[in-house]
């Protein structure tokens, strides 16, 4: 008998045709749209004059460009008030169901899709988003795709995707006290670089992956893409199951028996073949920070920037113009530099056990005076809860205010942008130039450490925080 990976079993079974010499035509099970990527493929079906095949298998919400604070009046900005009403428009006229601003359900696409449990093991899911990686976390094969590909969606349900590569990434062995998910993919990302997984769609497994709750698992997933993967994703267990057992959309009754049988059995076989495999050791992560350009460009908090001769000379010019950009210089040590910003959100860090986090480290301090920090929950759910746990008055009492949701300053399509010159420690996903605003620098870390400089002032391992 045939043996298969976790990716080759929910592909293939999601293939309608396979084109001779080219891609395959892949169904698709979930479709997540938002106001960004979907107005011109809307536009595309309008034009010529056909149906939405399945607004059924599609949920739409406004994420990118919403404002963090007073939700309840008119967006300000003219290009975002506009993306936000052709998406409602939108959805009305194809009859698909909208999470809108001020929807309970409302909250940034990845977010919202796995928290009320429209995502599941199995699936196969797309989003014109590059982020749609985080949805692997549940053992689905999610990706990216481009605005012509959601209009093909919109129109047939299928998607013309050449099938990826299989590579596995096995991490063993216990984390360090402060190190995070976060951590694990900032590190795997700065030792096969922001290109090391193209062409590859990525399994992660191993003791330490198997020891993470599900939002841990999908900051691993969400990251994929930063190292050139096509997506990642995590074989679903007890801890999956445990997490959609309750929510809101997911399957109940004899329903969910049944899915949980078909769930069971998303593992890749005892001896399946991946084209490349990779191995890590948890004890050896500590946590990490960016200090460049691209997400690959990461450092222990405690360590150095490298030096020049440890770069390869073919990379030495992208390198010494990062460190131009930033304002660093190769070898310096990051730890004790002092920062402007910090932001905790987006759909890599925005999540309740996120908010849970930081609010433990800054739980009877108080933060920095020359630090401007965003705490941005992901959804409505999420804010929700981080009220009914008494997050807010504890984030109030050190000195922060928990925003409304939103994608934010992760890629500053709304107010919130880091200004030129200005250094933000980020839980997001991205630091290319101007990323966070026109100018901007960016360092990306986990809650932890996002945490601790916002207490400091400066760039700090969290571990001292933590006994």
């Known amino acids: 008998m045939e043996t298969k990976t976790l990716f080759d079993k929910i592909w293939d079974s999601h293939v309608v045709e396979s084109i001779s010499n080219g891609p395959d035509v892949l169904y698709i099970d979930r479709h997540y749209i938002h106001e960004v990527t979907s107005p011109q493929a809307f536009a595309g079906l309008e034009k010529r004059g056909i149906p939405l095949a399945r607004p059924d298998r599609t949920l739409a919400t406004a994420d990118h460009n919403i404002?963090?604070?007073?939700?309840?009046?008119?967006?300000?900005?003219?290009?975002?008030?506009?993306?936000?009403?052709?998406?409602?428009?939108?959805?009305?006229?194809?009859?698909?169901?909208?999470?809108?601003?001020?929807?309970?359900?409302?909250?940034?696409?990845?977010?919202?899709?796995?928290?009320?449990?429209?995502?599941?093991?199995?699936?196969?899911?797309?989003?014109?988003?590059?982020?749609?990686?985080?949805?692997?976390?549940?053992?689905?094969?999610?990706?990216?795709?481009?605005?012509?590909?959601?209009?093909?969606?919109?129109?047939?349900?299928?998607?013309l995707q050449p099938k990826p590569k299989k590579m596995r990434i096995t991490i063993n062995g216990k984390l360090q006290p402060g190190v995070t998910s976060k951590d694990i993919i900032l590190y795997i990302i700065s030792r096969i670089s922001a290109g090391g997984a193209t062409g590859y769609?990525?399994?992660?497994?191993?003791?330490?992956?198997?020891?993470?709750?599900?939002?841990?698992?999908?900051?691993?997933?969400?990251?994929?893409?930063?190292?050139?993967?096509?997506?990642?994703?995590?074989?679903?267990?007890?801890?999956?199951?445990?997490?959609?057992?309750?929510?809101?959309?997911?399957p109940k009754g004899k329903e969910w028996q049944e899915s949980l049988d078909k769930w069971k059995q998303l593992h890749s076989d005892d001896g399946a073949v991946f084209d490349k495999e990779l191995t890590f050791d948890a004890s050896s992560i500590n946590p990490m920070i960016t200090y460049g350009t691209n997400p690959g460009m990461g450092i222990a908090v405690n360590g150095n920037i490298p030096a020049l001769n440890e770069i390869k000379e073919s990379e030495r010019s992208s390198f010494l113009k990062a460190l131009d950009y930033m304002?660093?210089?190769?070898?310096?040590?990051?730890?004790?530099?002092?920062?402007?910003?910090?932001?905790?959100?987006?759909?890599?860090?925005?999540?309740?056990?996120?908010i849970r986090a930081f609010a433990s480290l800054v739980k009877g301090k108080k933060k920095a005076p020359s630090v401007t920090a965003w705490i941005v929950p992901g959804s409505h759910q999420v804010e929700k809860q981080a009220v009914a746990?008494?997050?807010?008055?504890?984030?109030?009492?050190?000195?922060f205010e928990l925003r409304q949701p939103g994608c934010s300053a992760c890629l500053a399509m709304n107010e919130d942008k880091i200004p030129?010159?200005?250094?933000?420690?980020?839980?997001?996903?991205?630091?290319?130039?101007?990323?966070?605003?026109?100018?901007?620098?960016?360092?990306?870390?986990?809650?932890?450490?996002?945490?601790?400089?916002?207490?400091?002032?400066?760039?700090?391992?969290?571990?001292?925080?933590?006994?």
């Open 67 to 159: 404002p963090t604070l007073n939700q309840d009046k008119p967006i300000q900005e003219k290009l975002s008030r506009l993306q936000v009403k052709t998406l409602t428009d939108n959805c009305n006229k194809y009859g698909v169901t909208l999470y809108g601003l001020n929807n309970p359900y409302n909250g940034i696409v990845h977010v919202i899709g796995t928290e009320l449990g429209f995502t599941r093991p199995g699936m196969t899911i797309v989003c014109g988003d590059s982020h749609t990686s985080t949805h692997g976390a549940f053992g689905a094969v999610a990706f990216g795709i481009g605005t012509s590909e959601v209009e093909m969606v919109f129109a047939t349900q299928c998607v």
């Open 201 to 250: 769609f990525v399994e992660y497994a191993g003791e330490a992956i198997r020891s993470l709750s599900m939002e841990a698992r999908m900051t691993i997933c969400n990251m994929s893409i930063e190292m050139g993967a096509r997506g990642g994703l995590i074989a679903p267990d007890e801890v999956t199951f445990s997490y959609l057992k309750d929510k809101e959309f997911s």
């Open 389 to 399: 746990e008494g997050l807010d008055k504890i984030l109030e009492a050190a000195g």
């Open 420 to 467: 030129v010159g200005k250094y933000a420690v980020s839980t997001s996903n991205r630091n290319f130039e101007g990323r966070q605003g026109p100018g901007s620098r960016t360092l990306l870390a986990s809650p932890l450490t996002a945490a601790a400089a916002a207490i400091t002032g400066k760039i700090t391992n969290p571990a001292e925080f933590i006994s």
């Open 327 to 354: 304002n660093f210089k190769p070898g310096m040590s990051l730890e004790g530099f002092p920062i402007d910003y910090v932001f905790l959100g987006s759909c890599t860090n925005g999540r309740i056990e996120d």
